[in-house]
């Protein structure tokens, strides 16, 4: 399951929903919004989605790493809108029979995502200053302001 919330959620209750006798490993991975990118102090950021195109794409990562590696479960839920710093800003959870499997399939799941969910991020700098980082370009946004693509 991969879904984009404008609310907070709690991790605790995601991985339950991952329960299966079967596993024995979960790994989870949890994003936190921090108060530094290349440099620059963070006070906040915005996250905004392109959400039918997001999930349809999420899905498809899930649906890739369950082809991919030997895993029972996965969930990745991403948040939008306005986060203060030290917020959850992303989730990955996956139960696997072996650790390995569970290890190896978050990570791709989250560095997939990062890579082609479209998902931007505004980020506020302690300066007052402004920057559109559209998560696939890695913090190529040398300092320009420009909002998503509609």
């Known amino acids: 399951m991969f879904r984009l919330s404008a609310e907070s959620f709690d ?31 963070v006070g906040s950021l915005e996250y905004e989605a392109y959400g039918p195109l997001a999930v349809k794409e999420g899905e498809r990562i899930l649906a890739e790493a ?11 839920i991403h948040r939008v809108g306005h986060l203060q710093l030290g917020d ?30 479209p998902i931007w991020k505004k980020e506020h700098y302690a300066s007052g200053d402004t920057a559109w980082i559209n998560c696939a370009t890695k913090g190529e946004h040398a300092g320009a302001e420009a909002p998503p693509p509609a």
């Open 66 to 76: 369950h082809g991919k590696f030997p895993i029972l479960g996965a969930v990745c």
């Open 11 to 41: 991790p605790a209750a995601l991985q339950r929903t991952l329960g299966d006798q079967r596993a024995g490993a979960c790994v989870t991975f949890e994003g936190w919004v921090r108060d530094r990118n290349e440099g620059q102090p």
């Open 88 to 117: 959850l800003a992303v989730w990955v959870g996956v139960t696997a029979e072996h650790r390995g499997a569970a290890f190896d399939a978050c990570r791709y799941i989250i560095d997939e995502a990062k890579a082609r969910v």
